[in-house]
Antibody
Framework: QVQLQESAPGLVKPSQTLSLTCIVS??????????WSWIRQHPGKGLEWIGY???????YYNPSLKSRVTLSVDTSKNQFSLKLSSVTAADTAVYYC????????????WGQGTLVTVSS | QSVLTQPPSVSGAPGQRVTISCTGS?????????VHWYQQFPGTAPKLLIY???NRPSGVPERFSGSKSGTSASLAITGLQAEDEADYYC???????????FGGGTKLTVL
C-alpha cells in the first residue's frame, strides 16, 4: 500500500517561494502507471489541481498557476517536490501530494495534507 | 465558477437514493474524458469513490455508482446512511484548458 507524506513548512512570508516535498513509501515513484501530483484546497473551499509530473520529469501545470509553479522528481530518493513562487495570502491552503493513474488521471492515493499559511 | 458544475448541496433521508450531478461541456465530459468521483470528510484527504465513470475501487460499497451521458455525469448513492454525509467532488480533463480539474463540490446532508 503506497503512502505519501508531505513535508511541512507551515508558514511562508509573502513574495517568498513555497517549497514542499512528498516522500513516497510502499511503492516506486518510477512506476510507469502513475503521475505524481499536487492538489490544494483553500480553507472551506473546493479542490484545485496544481500540477502533476511523470517519473521521467515530464510535467503538466494548471494554466492559472503555471507561471509560478515548478515540479520536480527525484527517483533516487523516491520523492517529488513543488515550488510555488511569489506567494500571497491567496496561496494559503492545505496542500496535498497524491498519486494519479496515468489513464484518466484519477487520484487513487493521497497524502494527509499540510496547511501552508502565507503571512508576514 | 467551476468548469465542472455541481450543485452546492443535496440531502436525503436514511435509506433513500440521492444523485449528484456534474455538468461539463464539449471540451471535457462531452469530449469523452473520464469522470472520477471523490468523497471527503472534514479535516481529511479526499478518497477515490468512482473512477473512469463507473468503476469502484476495492472496498467502496456497491451503494455508490457512477454514470455519464453527453456532457454530464452523475454519482448515485442508494440506501443512504448517516456515514455518507460528506463533500463529493467530480473530476475530469479539459482539452481547451489542457488541464485536469475538479467540480466545485457538493455537500451531502443526511437528514
Amino acid at each position: 500500500q503506497v503512502q505519501l507524506q508531505e513535508s511541512a513548512p507551515g508558514l511562508v512570508k509573502p513574495s517568498q517561494t513555497l517549497s514542499l516535498t512528498c516522500i513516497v513509501s510502499g511503492g516506486s515513484i518510477s512506476s510507469g502507471y502513475y503521475y505524481w501530483s499536487w492538489i490544494r484546497q483553500h480553507p472551506g473551499k473546493g479542490l484545485e489541481w496544481i500540477g502533476y509530473i511523470y517519473h521521467s520529469g515530464n510535467s503538466y501545470y494548471n494554466p492559472s498557476l503555471k507561471s509560478r509553479v515548478t515540479l520536480s522528481v527525484d527517483t533516487s530518493k523516491n520523492q517529488f517536490s513543488l515550488k510555488l513562487s511569489s506567494v500571497t495570502a491567496a496561496d494559503t491552503a492545505v496542500y496535498y501530494c497524491a498519486r494519479a493513474m496515468v489513464r484518466g488521471i484519477a487520484v487513487d492515493s493521497w497524502g494527509q495534507g499540510t496547511l501552508v499559511t502565507v503571512s508576514s | 465558477q467551476s468548469v465542472l458544475t455541481q450543485p452546492p448541496s443535496v440531502s436525503g433521508a436514511p435509506g433513500q437514493r440521492v444523485t449528484i450531478s456534474c455538468t461539463g461541456s464539449s471540451s471535457n465530459i462531452g469530449a469523452g474524458y473520464d469522470v472520477h468521483w471523490y468523497q471527503q470528510f472534514p479535516g481529511t484527504a479526499p478518497k477515490l469513490l468512482i473512477y473512469a465513470n463507473n468503476n469502484r475501487p476495492s472496498g467502496v460499497p456497491e451503494r455508490f455508482s457512477g454514470s455519464k451521458s453527453g456532457t454530464s455525469a452523475s454519482l448515485a448513492i442508494t440506501g443512504l446512511q448517516a456515514e455518507d454525509e460528506a463533500d463529493y467532488y467530480c473530476q475530469s480533463y479539459d482539452s481547451s484548458l489542457s488541464a485536469s480539474l475538479f467540480g466545485g463540490g457538493t455537500k451531502l446532508t443526511v437528514l
